[in-house]
């Protein structure tokens, strides 16, 4: 790939010219490991595919959709390099694989069967697709040694009231705690919350927040995150095949009210699903201190509201055939306050 700036590089040890030792290579192309190849990469391929009559979605760049209705329109997803295509007409793939073959090395892998550590199981004759990481989530386990743990049904069971207090004080016992594997056992299950396990991602925004400085109760609250992992290895996301009538999209959102002990915060919680099936969701610690249930649940409300607009927009731009987008909540004040002019 062409580099749009000047850029030179040491003599690669083993090709230092003798005599020469102080000059340095001036590069012509991107090399990998260079922090400009993930930026110039993305150029070309941006460039490449829309001369292709592609168009890129205005609510996620690595987005890319071809057609102008539902039935005739083909989805290219990009992740770095890999690429995931999908249409209702098998010819069109075929026809983007030609295309994009002639311009680029690529390595054809066939039906989807896995990307990005997720697992996609199809069932034709049900109509039904299924994402897992089952193989990602036993490795996880057997990382951490819990192969041999007892399995739990929930998370986080209620007794789990995690705070900054519990954090050690005394710097021998911030040293003795710094070597356990706290922050890798929570990206790794990190991963699968924002892959195909929502259920945890409150465990996980809670569990998340005493990383650099933590206590043997955290760790306890980590092991059982993992043993209802293991537990729960089969569990993932499902989607069927629906009706365009009952193809609707709906978010459900709720909140903890007061849930951090440490600056009195409260926490967020939504889930937005389209034909049945989850396709976003979020937990998070909210940014500011709410005075009451209701300002809690009216924050929790606006920012699931947001969220809402972003998924109508980018489900617009796909072509799905959308009636209407619905956002449930439990809170009567919350809704009363929202229909309230004074303050829209």
Not at 107 to 123: E, H, P, S, V, Y
Not at 140 to 145: L, N, S
Not at 238 to 245: A, H
């Amino acid at each position: 790939m062409e580099l749009e700036e000047t850029i030179y590089m040491s003599q690669p040890e083993g090709f230092k010219v003798a005599g020469k030792e102080d000059y340095v290579c001036l590069l012509k192309k991107s090399l990998y490991g260079l922090k400009q190849s993930p930026k110039q990469w993305y150029r070309r391929f941006d460039t490449f595919i829309t001369k292709n009559g592609f168009n890129r979605s205005s609510y996620d760049s690595c987005v890319y959709v071809k057609g102008s209705t539902y039935q005739d329109m083909v989805y290219l997803l990009l992740y770095v390099d890999d690429m995931l295509l999908a249409s209702k007409k098998l010819v069109e793939v075929q026809k983007l694989k030609m295309i994009m073959q002639s311009e680029f090395d690529m390595k054809n892998l066939g039906k989807a069967q896995r990307i990005l550590g997720m697992d996609i199981l199809r069932n034709e004759k049900k109509d039904v697709l299924f994402l897992s990481q089952k193989e990602y989530l036993d490795k996880v386990i057997k990382r951490f040694g819990m192969v041999d743990a007892k399995p739990v049904s929930v998370p986080l069971s209620a007794h789990f009231k995690l705070s900054a207090e519990m954090c050690p004080k005394k710097e021998e016992e911030v040293k003795k705690m710094a070597i356990v594997p706290y922050t890798s056992a929570i990206g790794s299950v990190m991963y699968a919350m924002v892959c195909p396990r929502p259920g945890i991602a409150q465990s996980v925004s809670l569990v998340s927040r005493y990383m650099s400085n933590l206590e043997r109760a955290h760790c306890e609250a980590v092991k059982r995150l993992l043993r209802h992992l293991k537990g729960s290895l089969n569990t993932g996301l499902l989607f069927k095949r629906s009706e365009e009538s009952t193809f609707l999209i709906k978010g459900y959102v709720d909140d903890d009210y007061v849930g951090d002990l440490d600056k009195r915060r409260s926490s967020i919680g939504y889930i937005f699903t389209l034909g049945g099936g989850c396709i976003s969701w979020k937990s998070q610690i909210q940014s500011i201190v709410a005075l009451s249930t209701t300002e809690s649940e009216y924050i929790a409300v606006t920012e699931c509201i947001e969220e809402a607009f972003w998924v109508k927009g980018i489900t617009a731009e796909l072509g799905i055939p959308e009636k209407r987008l619905t956002v449930f909540c439990d809170s009567q004040s919350a809704i009363h306050l929202s229909r309230n002019q004074m303050y829209q």
